[in-house]
């Protein structure tokens, strides 16, 4: 038997930017993507603390170090700048091994730095 478990989560990190006229996607810094274990267009849910909208998208790699988080495409909708979020992934894998597996969990702090 195989499970969805939590894989990667960023958690609190905040919106800089909402860029509606983009393709879709949220843009994350490289440096906090890499510390939770996320690759650019990995399937992601955004759970906004601000409004308690949840959607899921993909991620792309911002540059690192900038501290970027922007909601791009009908996204931006669901969050404003100064928002905080918390970026989760999963992944299957089975029962056994989800028993012992343990998460990359990030904590960022201000300006989304680590």
Do not use: W
């Amino acid at each position: 038997m195989t499970i969805e478990i939590l894989k990667s989560k960023v958690h609190r990190a905040v919106i800089t930017e909402a860029n509606l006229h983009y393709v879709g996607s949220l843009t994350l810094d490289e440096d906090l993507m890499e510390a939770a274990n996320m690759i650019e267009f990995e399937k992601i849910q955004v759970v906004n603390v601000n409004n308690g909208s949840r959607i899921e998208t993909y991620l792309i790699k911002g540059k690192r170090g900038s501290g970027v988080c922007c909601l791009n495409g009908p996204a931006a909708r669901q969050g404003a700048v100064g928002d905080t979020i918390i970026i989760i992934s999963y992944a299957s894998m089975d029962f056994e091994q989800a028993k012992t597996f343990k998460p990359f969990i990030v904590f960022p702090k201000e300006g989304n730095k680590l």
